[in-house]
């Protein structure tokens, strides 16, 4: 009985987290009606600050030096995050998640060649690279999601990996190569449903971390066009004001960390549930 | 020995890698020429320009000579000062040493306790409460941490000063800042391993033989939950110097990190291929580094 609680007991903060997840997907997916006049400067209610701070113009979130409303204006910023985050993951788990099998299933050559390059990025830290990578390119959405996608594939490729090794010596594998399956149907069939349950629960951390990159990244004038609302540049924005106005950098960085905390609830629920090895005691 | 001179030729072998990705820099535009030549540069300027960097020789030809540059650790001027741009990096990088090493000791001294409070009252409201500490501090990127700090400590209680350098005050809202990621996963980490090996046989046989908790705890668990917690450490290098980066432009911190930023906006390649160099070079160290502590922690290690 004691056993049944616990195991709901611990569901929680992941539910709480899937719902906040959605919350920030709908703004993001609506963002253009909820927010179509983020754009507007109104110079007359420049700096005002938020209606429960003794805001003169009604600005949830207060309004920046341009008199934009910061609330329309991350909206709209949710809309960049998510999207870098969600299709950012989505690529660099195509990459690593072939690269893994590769590695994994073939051997030999290519697990050696696919694993020297992966360690060769992973001694360059991520966000070094994004940086120097985002700089040289134009600066642009799609191009910021190829640069997180070739920088962070690797993470998918060691689990892929590691996955491989140990289901390709499974029994029920070798059976189906005796009965003549080829390789291209013991991987889809046998070895990546088994390795579903940690590319699941990986590709929900690495949306997180992807959107924790993008932020940082946007935050230092890198890779999404500066005129785009993005949660990490109004956090830059903000910096010159700080000591006045706080609220301008203050509420898009909170922005930031509410969705990296719901994804990281969400992806530490789905391991408790997907991968119960992995589970933290 | 031999374990030892493995792993310096592996990473060698990564440090070539790294230097090919940093070659490979100026072609991720599609032509270097666009890419190296100041913006404003007209056609003739640019064919004199790709004729003197030699950007019109065939591209291995250009490899091998980076190569032979590079590890003379020359890679070419800095296009705002005209010095070496190696030399503007290494000039930058003693303070932003000084930086992580300060974050990494706010996340030692955080995380151990943390993790071991955590685990010694395994499912209490103590273990709630640094669980969900360590969450948080896993969630706030580093540039909202920054400006938390200077509202609150900057501004409002006038406690440490918000930007520059030059006293120990000044080191600390970068360094907690950059600190606290690391702080947290580290927490995390030392907490899961400690339960771990507390629930191991030895750690049985100790506590029945009359040994006391806090000393089955620290002679026998921490021990034995410092070599996954040592390597994680090693992990989190790379972390502490994106950090860094951020850090160091929220708090106009004078190293490294906020001389790549500038060097952005003036696309000065030389100055952020330095810049990827070094920072790769620092986390090819420090995984040795890891690697040799590993050697004299672990007898496994040392005689298999």
């Not at chain 1, 934009?68 to 690529?91: K, N, P, Y």
């Not at chain 2, 090919?20 to 890419?35: E, H, N, W």
């Amino acid at each position: 009985m004691k056993r049944r609680w616990t195991s709901r007991a611990r569901a929680v903060p992941g539910y709480v987290g899937l719902v906040v997840l959605l919350l920030l997907i709908a703004a993001a997916v609506f963002a253009d009606l909820l927010a179509p006049n983020a754009g507007t400067q109104l110079l007359l209610e420049r700096l005002d600050p938020p209606t429960w701070a003794s805001g003169a113009h009604g600005y949830l979130f207060g309004s920046d030096n341009l008199g934009r409303d910061i609330s329309l204006r991350m909206i709209q910023g949710a809309r960049v995050s998510l999207t870098v985050g969600f299709v950012g993951v989505m690529m660099s788990g195509g990459i690593g998640i072939t690269l893994g099998l590769i590695a994994g299933y073939l051997g030999h050559g290519w697990d050696r060649v696919i694993m020297r390059v992966a360690d060769v990025q992973q001694a360059i830290p991520v966000l070094v690279l994004a940086v120097a990578v985002a700089a040289i390119l134009r600066p642009s959405i799609v191009n910021l999601i190829a640069v997180l996608a070739l920088t962070t594939w690797f993470t998918f490729a060691r689990v892929v990996r590691a996955e491989v090794l140990g289901i390709r010596e499974m029994l029920y594998v070798e059976s189906a190569r005796v009965v003549g399956a080829n390789a291209r149907r013991i991987i889809v069939r046998h070895i990546l449903p088994n390795a579903a349950a940690s590319i699941i629960v990986i590709a929900t951390l690495q949306v997180g971390n992807l959107i924790l990159f993008e932020a940082s990244l946007s935050f230092l004038g890198v890779g999404v066009p500066v005129t785009t609302p993005t949660w990490g540049r109004m956090v830059f924005d903000g910096l010159d004001y700080v000591s006045t106005a706080w609220w301008i950098a203050l509420f898009p960085g909170i922005a930031v960390t509410i969705t990296v905390f719901a994804t990281n609830l969400v992806g530490d629920w789905l391991r408790d549930r997907l991968d119960p090895r992995q589970r933290e005691p | 020995m031999r374990y030892v001179l493995q792993r310096l030729a592996q990473g060698l072998l990564v440090l070539l890698g790294v230097t090919t990705i940093v070659f490979a820099l100026t072609f991720v535009a599609g032509d270097p020429v666009a890419t190296l030549a100041p913006l404003e540069a007209t056609p003739d300027e640019r064919a004199a320009f790709a004729r003197n960097m030699g950007l019109d020789r065939p591209i291995p030809v250009q490899y091998v000579d980076f190569l032979t540059h590079a590890a003379r650790g020359d890679f070419g001027m800095s296009y705002s000062s005209h010095e070496p741009a190696m030399g503007e990096v290494l000039e930058r990088l003693p303070a932003t040493i000084l930086l992580t090493t300060a974050a990494v000791l706010f996340a030692l001294v955080v995380s151990v306790p943390l993790g071991l409070l955590a685990a010694m009252n395994h499912d209490s409201w103590i273990d709630v409460v640094a669980r969900l500490f360590a969450f948080l501090g896993q969630s706030i990127p580093v540039f909202l941490l920054g400006v938390v700090l200077i509202i609150v400590f900057g501004v409002d209680l006038h406690w440490l000063p918000s930007s520059g350098t030059g006293s120990w005050q000044h080191l600390v809202m970068p360094a907690v800042a950059v600190g606290s990621f690391s702080a947290a996963v580290l927490a995390r980490l030392l907490r899961s391993s400690l339960l771990e090996v507390l629930s191991q046989e030895y750690i049985r046989t100790a506590y029945a033989k009359g040994l006391r908790g806090r000393v089955v705890v620290v002679r026998h668990a921490l021990r034995n939950a410092a070599l996954p917690f040592i390597t994680m450490l090693g992990l989190q290098v790379g972390f502490l110097l994106s950090g860094a980066v951020v850090a160091e432009t929220i708090f106009a911190y004078p190293g490294v990190g906020r001389l790549a930023v500038q060097a952005i906006s003036r696309k000065d390649v030389p100055v952020i291929q330095s810049f990827v160099m070094v920072a790769a070079l620092i986390v090819i160290v420090a995984n040795l580094f890891v690697d040799l502590v590993y050697t004299r922690i672990d007898p496994r290690i040392r005689l298999g």
